[in-house]
């Protein structure tokens, strides 16, 4: 039986979740990075990728004003969403209730060094009718890394010197096994509109609650993921000695 497929998406949309809750960097979102809030630096990041329109998905006001105050465009969703995609879904639902988007692309909202480029390359894979959902994966370079659990592995079918392949499975383990790259993945995601509907309403599954990886529910349920490789994992800001890497990297990239 042949799997239905469905056209390249025409018609994107860049979805940013944020909130201020965060156990080791309270209000992150809004934390300074030369004179601007975080939050601002990865909208204008999102923007520069020039993929379609772009949202911060918000859940406190805080954010939202900020957003605004920088001509950015921001929705207000439910404070208590268990996840980024069920928030983004909500902030998609409620600005475009008529479906004209047909993709979404979820960039974390503490990502503020990110690459354009890195942007698009997780939006590409959509290009294949047959994929449902999009990601990042990087080559782990660090021996540590291999089997570090907090290191999420990817398993993919993927081609010698091709830089797109399959995602069969995602794990915390040191995974495939014998020689050849193993893959660090990266959470920044691209949906199909109905894929994303569709992923939010699935119920959790066994495995996702195993190792504790929500990408695991797509791949139980009979979704596509397809992963793109590129060349190094984006600095997430979790911590405050985060916070002052991104402030370096920047500062040194805006003076170029």
């Known amino acids: 039986m042949i799997a239905p497929t469905s056209p390249p998406p025409s018609n994107p949309i860049v979805v940013i979740p944020a909130r201020m809750a965060s156990t080791r960097l309270p ?151 014998g020689e050849g790259e193993l893959y660090h993945h990266i959470g920044l995601y691209a949906y199909r509109r109905a894929a994303l509907e569709r992923y939010v309403r699935l119920p959790p599954s066994v495995l996702e609650q195993r190792e504790r990886l929500e990408q695991l529910r797509a791949l139980a349920f009979g979704m596509r993921i397809d992963a793109a490789v590129v060349d190094a994992v984006p600095l997430g800001v979790d911590t405050p000695a985060d916070l002052e890497r991104a402030r370096t990297v920047l500062a040194r990239r805006f003076s170029l």
């Open 27 to 177: 209000g992150k979102p809004l934390a300074d990075i030369l004179g601007m809030p975080m939050i601002v630096h990865v909208l204008r990041r999102a923007m520069e990728a020039d993929i379609g329109p772009v949202v911060v998905a918000c859940a406190e006001k805080e954010i939202a004003k900020a957003v605004e105050a920088a001509g950015g465009t921001a929705v207000l969703t439910r404070p208590d969403h268990p996840s980024g995609s069920d928030r983004i879904f909500e902030a998609v639902s409620l600005l475009d209730p008529d479906g004209h988007y047909d993709a979404v692309v979820n960039v974390q909202g503490d990502l503020p060094t990110i690459e354009p480029a890195v942007v698009r390359a997780a939006f590409a894979p959509l290009s294949d009718p047959a994929v449902d959902i999009a990601t990042l994966v990087v080559p782990i370079r660090r021996e540590e890394e291999r089997t570090d659990p907090n290191v999420v592995k990817a398993v993919l079918e993927l081609a010698p010197s091709t830089n797109r392949g399959r995602a069969l499975y995602f794990t915390r383990a040191t995974a495939p096994w």
